[in-house]
């Protein structure tokens, strides 16, 4: 009986092993974004009329950091085909091989993308701003900008921001004095590392993180904090959907744009393609401002959108011409050592 | 048993009846939320309904989650149960060194904090594409189970009054007969608990999920997980209440088994 | 029941462990003390430096095998595992080396590889400094992992020291979770001895129904109860609403996101840890010793401090003991309802691990808490007469 035994477990180990090969193969495709309102209004715009084409599509969220997607790459056996990076990561991703290379004609062609956004690993999908947000029943006087978020004295109470160095750097400086067009001038120095985080060393008493764009809106519900940094369409989706009365101050802002990439060695490169092509058609992309407020990247999507919601996009020339872009080569090159630079900051008293 | 004599009785009363509250107003706090019909997770409540309920039980990924959870679970506790009750089985009355050092591993992912098995799961698995997969996710849930399967049955086998077994032989049984008609059915309640705590082990895991599991594999706490920190609506209370509603059945059984074995165990 | 079957028995389980959980614990230790990647990416380089001193000049051959290495590496897309490894030790020359192959590789035929192309690059690749750490990563095998975990480094001579004061921080963060896990214990004993006691005295119906009040919450999960905490600790939570509500405070206290909700949750959860055994044990403990030394006229404080409490010690040790070494492993807890700087040593081994990518410095984190886990649990075991591993 026991030889029987043995032969039936060894059978079952050897097809549930044959099985998950199987089922490893015939996986969906997976998209991944950054979850919240955002990743909603992406599955009303794209994903559900992409699975409605016939190919099945699952997805995904993440909270950024090239780290994950090395580890992703260098684990194996990844379950992500189909990426939204940030700049930095889109550049730093592509020189290491980590995304496959985009060949342009099958997402559509040059011609249907805005200049400069599409980049040999990957195509733009959004242009965002990071705003600084309020709820606006409980804080009745509007902050002027980056100085009273670093003010505790005449604005009292917590304050949030992304835990990372990324962006918190440039408003620390600019809230020190340091005009916009600087920001990074100074940066570049030791000397401009230093004063930023002697900046917020000031306000880290008062400091707490976030690490997903759906929690801003939601500690300023909560009353966790009395002002935070956030998503500008985060806010924008926040007062449409949940009746909220959160303001945004766009001075000073920095935008950038985030950008779709394909994983490398993706087993379903071929429908990682299609869907990158579908989700830079101009048709599809004119109905994403509706549920979040951000640029998109193809031409002919600028005139096909509602112009009453004009008003909080960022590619608005009003808002446009008080925000600052991100300087991307800057974090390219100094992105790992502020980074753990600031993980040791955030980590201790 | 007399009661020991205290100054301050009244008090002390009271102070175990506030670490009573401590222990179940939380949990107790949070199942009406769920009934909600507004969408914070503040009292007082704007009103009575069930939308989150519809919301979770509707479809949708909360139920997908459930039902990986049940069948990761199921056999994750088929698979400890086999192999917790034949090493059991192995180790009843053996003295040998070999057999202590045996028992150490075989408990020994109790000890070791779950963050390194499910790293160290990850760090194996995933060469061997096993990641993401149902397979790898019910391996290593079933490596934090065995030691749960094998803590009730062994005790309850070394429990076992060996002189049954005797008269068995006595009486003509072969080996297999006897194990399958006396020693077998004294030991199905503790095999049955070991059951239950391993189905709870792998039920109610975490870490292992969010290290392990793909997108298509994820476990209803790995759901919980990601709502926590990205979306707090009452949703998740409706699920926490669920699995309030489950863990307790789960823990009234587990009473009338210890009963039973209690009973079982009693000398004739 | 011969020894051949009782193997035949055993096979399974320990054949199932030794792959599943065995081997791969090894697997994960040993990623503390390897070192592959540079000797993968950069082997030319390390050939010229076999014979190379810290301190002697540096030999001019080096750089052209440097240029050669980092174009294959580039190629192989093994260049990037190894400049972030030698990033740890030389700030910055992650992205210096991935730029200095751009450049090699797009440089114009017949281009000389030489000190100065380095220099013009980024003057920490043409370095001292940098070729000792680049010597120093050659593996097979480093202590480099495992020096870091304790906040310690080779310095360009090679000598062990502390590194720079900035970078300080696991030390701190064990610190941490000893501390935790120390106040996380005392307030489960202070909380959780009353009940225990009070389980013994009662009849044992009541107990019963006792029992069931303080095994419930151990039976729902984690994740639950981590849930409740959260829901009920937040500014508009409950406790905040109802102390306002009885006028005791004026403002929301700041109960989650901190130590405070981190030690409320843990202590919360590893209750019924400590009061599971301590019941087990004093359940044993025969009435009549109190009896005794409080009819030869000891004052029932006295007899408690001096006769109840010394036999319940072993009780206490066990409970305690059992609820630090679960409390230094926790994860999900501390990690819902806890600020940046409460975070315990398993949220930077899961970090590491998926986030940053730093398996070895996750695998040498790890060490440190296997270890420590262990030893608390050896001497548990003593302690408890060989108890410590029941549930109670």
Not at chain 1, 256 to 265: A, E, F, P, R, Y
Not at chain 1, 301 to 323: R, V, W, Y
Not at chain 3, 59 to 83: C, I, M, N, Y
Not at chain 3, 354 to 374: C, I
């Amino acid at each position: 009986m026991k030889k029987q035994v043995w032969a039936t477990v060894a059978g079952a180990v050897a097809l549930a092993c044959l099985s998950s090969q199987a089922m490893a193969q015939s996986r969906d495709l997976n998209i991944v974004s950054w979850g919240g309102a955002y990743q909603d209004g992406q599955k009303e715009v794209f994903f559900k009329p992409f699975n409605a084409t016939g190919i099945k599509l699952t997805d995904e969220a993440w909270d950024g950091g090239l780290g994950v997607l090395r580890t992703k790459i260098k684990g194996g056996n990844s379950t992500w085909d189909v990426v939204q990076v940030e700049a930095d990561e889109l550049e730093v991703g592509c020189d290491e091989g980590l995304y496959e290379k985009l060949d342009v004609n099958k997402i559509g062609g040059a011609a249907r993308y805005l200049p400069g956004t599409v980049h040999a690993c990957g195509v733009g999908a959004i242009i965002y701003n990071l705003v600084l947000a309020y709820d606006g029943d409980k804080l009745k006087a509007a902050p002027n900008g980056w100085t009273d978020f670093f003010d505790t004295k005449k604005i009292a109470g917590k304050r949030s921001i992304r835990n990372g160095a990324k962006w918190n750097l440039e408003v620390a400086l600019i809230a020190d004095g340091v005009s916009a067009k600087d920001v990074y001038k100074v940066l570049r120095t030791p000397e401009g590392v230093e004063r930023a985080f002697k900046k917020l060393d000031t306000i880290k008493g008062d400091l707490v993180f976030w690490k997903s764009g759906a929690q801003p809106p939601q500690m300023l519900a909560a009353g966790d904090v009395v002002m935070t940094t956030a998503y500008n369409g985060r806010i924008t989706a926040a007062n449409e959907k949940d009746k909220k009365n959160f303001k945004m101050v766009w001075k000073d802002t920095p935008y950038t744009m985030d950008s779709w990439v394909i994983m490398k060695g993706t087993p379903l490169k071929a429908n990682a393609e299609k869907l990158v092509e579908f989700l830079g058609r101009p048709e599809n992309q004119a109905k994403l401002p509706k549920y979040v407020r951000y640029g998109v990247t193809a031409v002919a999507a600028t005139p096909l959108i509602d112009k009453s919601l004009m008003g909080e996009l960022p590619t608005n020339p009003e808002i446009h011409k008080q925000a600052f872009a991100e300087d991307v080569k800057f974090w390219i090159d100094n992105g790992d050592k502020l980074a753990e630079r600031w993980t040791k900051w955030a980590g201790t008293k | 048993m007399k009661p020991i004599k205290f100054p301050w009785k009244p008090l002390y009363w009271f102070l175990c009846a506030c670490v009573l509250v401590f222990l179940l107003a939380p949990i107790a706090a949070i199942i009406p939320l769920s009934f909600s019909s507004g969408s914070f997770l503040t009292y007082p409540l704007p009103g009575l309904s069930l939308r989150w309920y519809q919301e979770v039980l509707g479809g949708g990924k909360w139920l997908t989650a459930l039902g990986n959870s049940l069948f990761v679970g199921a056999f994750a506790t088929m698979l400890s149960v086999l192999l917790g009750t034949l090493a059991s089985l192995g180790l009843m009355r053996n003295k040998a060194w070999w057999s202590e050092a045996l028992k150490l591993v075989a408990l020994s992912p109790m000890i070791v904090p779950v963050i390194l098995i499910a790293v160290a799961s990850y760090f194996f698995l995933a060469p061997l594409s096993l990641t993401s997969t149902y397979l790898g996710l019910i391996i290593a849930h079933t490596v934090i189970a065995v030691p749960f399967v094998v803590v009730p049955v062994l005790t309850a086998l070394e429990l076992l009054d060996p002189n049954l077994a005797r008269a068995a032989a006595a009486c003509g049984a072969v080996p297999r007969v006897t194990f399958m008609r006396v020693t077998l059915p004294s030991i199905m309640p503790a095999m049955a608990s070991g059951a239950l705590f391993a189905f709870a082990a792998s039920f109610d895991d975490v870490v292992i999920a969010l290290l392990i599991a793909g997108p298509d594999q994820r476990t209803l706490p790995r759901e919980m997980f990601s709502g926590l920190r990205d979306s707090m609506t009452p949703a998740l209370t409706a699920v926490a209440t669920i699995m309030i509603v489950f863990s307790t059945t789960l823990f009234l059984l587990m009473q009338m088994l210890q009963r039973r074995t209690r009973k079982a165990m009693k000398p004739a | 029941m011969s020894t051949r079957q009782r193997f035949s028995l055993l096979l399974p389980l320990s054949g199932f462990l030794l792959v599943f959980f065995v081997a791969p614990l090894v697997w994960l230790l040993s990623l503390a003390v390897r070192e592959a990647e540079v000797p993968r990416a950069l082997p030319r380089t390390l050939a010229v430096l076999q014979t190379w001193q810290p301190g002697q000049a540096l030999p001019p051959k080096v750089f052209p095998d440097l240029a050669q290495d980092l174009v294959e590496a580039r190629a192989a897309s093994t260049l990037a595992d190894a400049a972030r490894r030698l990033n740890y030790e030389v700030g910055g020359v992650r992205s210096s080396l991935m730029r200095a192959a751009r450049e090699v590789g797009s440089a114009v035929p017949d281009t000389v590889f030489g000190a100065e192309f380095f220099n013009a690059v980024d003057p920490a690749l043409a370095s001292p400094e940098f070729f000792a750490a680049v010597q120093r990563a050659r593996g097979p095998v480093s202590s480099y992992y495992l020096l870091a975990a304790f906040d310690l480094a080779r310095n360009a001579k090679g000598e062990i020291e502390r590194v720079s004061e900035a970078n300080r921080i696991y030390i701190d963060v064990l610190m941490r979770t000893l501390g935790i896990s120390l106040s996380v214990t005392l307030l489960c004993l202070l909380l959780g001895f009353p009940v225990a006691m009070l389980l013994t005295q009662v009849t044992a119906k009541t107990a019963d129904w006792l029992m069931i009040l303080v095994l419930l919450p151990f039976w729902t999960s984690l994740l639950v109860r981590t849930a409740a905490w959260v829901v009920v600790l937040q500014r508009e939570g409950m406790v905040n609403t109802l102390l306002m509500h009885l006028g005791v405070i004026s403002e929301p206290l700041t109960l989650i996101y901190n130590r405070t909700g981190v030690l409320i949750a843990m202590t919360h959860v590893l209750l019924p840890f400590m009061i599971l055994p301590l019941y087990g044990v004093l359940k044993g403990i025969p009435p009549h010793y109190m009896r005794a030394a409080t009819s030869l006229g000891a004052p029932p404080v006295v007899a408690f401090f001096r006769v109840y409490l010394p036999m319940a010690a072993p009780a206490i040790m066990a409970g305690s003991l059992m609820v630090f070494i679960l409390a230094m492993g926790y994860y999900i807890t501390p990690a819902l309802v806890g600020g940046g700087s409460d975070q315990m040593l398993s949220y930077f081994v899961a970090t590491y691990t998926t986030d940053t990518g730093n398996w070895g410095l996750a695998s040498a984190l790890g060490l440190m808490m296997l270890v420590t886990t262990l030893a608390l649990y050896a001497v548990a075991h003593k302690l408890s007469g060989g108890r410590a591993l029941s549930m109670g």
